[in-house]
């Protein structure tokens, strides 16, 4: 009975609110009070008491209130920060204020004109509370927003709160301004050894402020996206400043708790229906923070970069006072952690977190699965990002397979689900950074033994079969959205394709099958970048066969089983007549598209992957650019060393260069992709604007350049031999073939071997926009216990229902 007078009081209080036309003084206490002195009023309580038609009312016809409420709660944060919360009462007040403030913050930030508000300083309040005694005539100028975060930092750190007290008598009092909070770390992990007793209550208390602080984040999702924008996000880089004094101590609590957590726990089965887990609720809220804090200035790394390589500049005195590394604390301290222990600790935390949902057991639905890898997926993305140790630690052992396995199980499962799309694109963004390096080719030939539950054809191989076999599913059975993306899954296999030693027979015939679906003429003449595709499959036959060809008889062998496909390519007609004969017949299909139409096999053992549900939500993502403008292309020398090639010259040089240069022997990559890849605009303009038809000018210019030789010469010397053993010994099995061919030799018969080409990934403000609005995308979807952001108006992306 107590409970629902309270919520009468609360919600009379709100209405009040609403209905004053005369200012209410922020020193009627009474009054204010009403609003967080209730002791049972929990977070959905005050999302349902609080709704966001009077909250806008408000807003509109009493701001003056409004604004009041948002000090006065402010205020009330502050001084449970000096105190230290010591009593029920207090912490009460402070759990009720950061709900209320949850509740109203983005109604401040959808509306421009109030944006500002927090940044402004109250007259005559002073700093709403002062967390120090010192610098009286700064006091002044403290915005409230700055003494929000200083309270939230604060009460994170509270003993008897949110941390575990160190007290070692009744007696002792803990001062929540002065303690070194480096000694109350959350858990144990990077640069913490004591693991603190678990404690609910503490958990509980730190995720409602970590809400709260997640909210005052988010006035970027209020913002329209654009790529020009260098502007950062005041909230963050405020609390990730020096400013803050706990934000080592924070930075490592986040990331231990992150990194330590075990959803399996004991392995009891259906332990989380028999207790809810409450560090569930705190690490979700933790990865989040983290994703959001970790946010680079724009051109702070580059600059620091060319200041080390220009070593003839003098630094100017201000250049040698400043820290090094950038001014974000977080990013800072991420990019620092270097000892072996330490990454070892983060790689294996995210890998197991991962993991998780590939958990098989004998009981159906026994253990817990985790919902949000996501943003460790993007937290996994952020530390290769910024701190290039832990990206060789991940790639210097089979480690990085651990990471591997669970990324193309999520991209496998999430193909057919449009709602999911972002998900897609993090998975292949991260597995294109990770390409660009050597050892993760190497990495792939170690055998693939798991039983992962992925609905792909069974085969027995090596890592980098499994990565061909969930690309190919990826391609011919996702849904539409993912076609952008078909570039980026290619360039990934041309940048491993030189170290791959055996491909498996299942792993060849998916190659093969892609080349046959993209080189059909309707296909090619279609769009003028699906010929990028074939280019792209071709220089990983030509890669694969100029440096392992020893170990591939399998793709030897498919390659002379479809030879009719490179026959085809080689006398690709370009006549007029042929060109629109081919693409006659795209037209009597109407709903070809690359993703399904072209390739029309059905997958052996599998069940399709599901698709979105009806009204979904679902987050439209900025666009992101494509594979020439995010990746940059590297030859590796004979010593193995990486060389970064020039930009290409514009077509007419590049054509030049090569009628001075004469026929070579060797099949350049470099020269193709410069020339191939860059296509001039007068060339795309020679397609009709009316139907997007080619014409035989535009096939040619990309025809003549089509990497063919080495697999000609191939076939030339091969399919004789081939077909003249089976014959002399009437061969029909094809285990004999393949015998023959793997002690067969093309040493001295196929051209000089090209230099290898990688085209490493490279950041830029296209990627940078799209990872922000992705990231605030998957906040946005993951905080509907209480609908945090719901029914706002987010400008940041637009939100549909599937």
Known sequence: MGNTDSKLLFRKAVIQLTTKTQPVEATDDAFWDQFWADTSTTVQDVF??????????????????????????VERLVQGAESGCPSERERHIV??????????????FEDADWRGFFWSTVPGAGRAGRLDDEGEDDDEARPLAESLLMAIANLLFCPDFTVQSHKKSADQVEDVRSIDSCEYIWEAGVGFAQSPPLNYVHDLNRTELLKLLLTCFSEAMYLSPSSESRTLNPWVTFFCSVENRHALPLFTSLLNVVCAYDPVGYGIPYNHLLFSDYREQLVEQAVQILIVTLEHEAGSSTGSALLALDASAPPTAEEEQEPAGPDNLFVNYLSRIHREEDLGFILKGLARLLSNPLVQTYLPRSTKKIQFHQELLILFWKFCDFNKKFLFFVLKSSDVLDMLVPILFYLNDARADQSRVGLMHIGVFILLLLSGERNFGVRLNKPYTLPVPMDIPVFSGNHADLVIVVFHKIVTSGHQRLQPLFDCLLTIIVNISP??????????????HLLEAFSTPWFLFSSTQNHHLVFFLLEVFNNIIQYQFD????????????????????NLPSDEASIQKALQKKKRSPRVSRANSAVSESMEGSTPAVPAEPGTLKICLEATPGIDKITEKSLVTENGSVVALPHPDPPQAAADNRAVGGASDTESNSERDHEILTESESTRSRLSTESGVANPDWVLSWKAKLPLQTIMRLLQVLVPQVEKICIDKGLTDESEILKFLQHGTLVGLLPIPHPILIRKYQANAGTAMWFRTYTWGVIYL???DPPIWYDTDIRLFDIQRI
Not at 61 to 66: A, I
């Open 551 to 570: 170990g591939n008889c399998n793709l030897v062998y498919a390659i002379i089983r479809k030879r009719n496909v490179f026959h085809h390519l080689a």
């Open 499 to 512: 170290y791959l030693k055996s491909l498996s027979m299942v792993a060849a015939n998916k190659l093969l």
């Open 48 to 73: 349902a008491l609080v709704p966001a038609a009077e909250i806008r009312a408000v807003r509109e016809e009493s701001p003056s209130n409004l604004a009041t409420l948002c000090y006065k709660a």
């Open 782 to 784: 993951r905080n509907l």
């Open 95 to 108: 759990l009720n204020c950061s709900r209320l403030l949850t509740r109203i913050l983005p109604y401040i």
